[in-house]
């Protein structure tokens, strides 16, 4: 089994997640912990770093969808970043794109975060 790590930082009001390695079936919870903590502390602004990230599976994929509902009803969103050719072609091939913003960089979807509240 591959690493998988997620780091936690804020930049400015937002929490970003950066993930590290394989996102698969022994790693998903490890992503749904993070997302619960974030979502329990009442911090809705998530951006997900996935520019370290090498591989996703469907467990993973599933718990994006898991919670981008709650985060959403909650005022919040989940945007994604920085992803690789690869990972990206898999989030596309869900359809992904049309229930996301998946966005070039974290500056981009601080960006996109302050356009949505105007």
Do not use: W
């Not at 898999?90 to 996301?100: A, H, Q, R, T």
């Amino acid at each position: 089994m591959k690493n998988f790590k997620i780091n936690h930082k804020e930049v400015q009001t937002y929490d970003v997640l950066e993930l590290f390695g394989e996102l698969d079936a022994h790693t998903a919870s490890q992503l749904e912990d993070s997302l619960k903590k974030l979502i329990d502390q009442d911090k809705h602004h998530i951006i997900v770093n996935c520019e370290e990230l090498d591989y996703i599976a469907s467990a993973g994929l599933g718990v994006f969808m898991a919670y981008i509902e709650d985060v959403r009803s909650l005022g919040g969103d989940i945007k994604l970043t920085n992803m690789n050719p690869k990972v990206y072609n898999v989030f596309d091939l869900l359809g992904f794109p049309s229930l996301y913003d998946i966005l070039d960089n974290e500056k981009k979807a601080i960006e996109q975060f302050e356009n949505d509240e105007a």
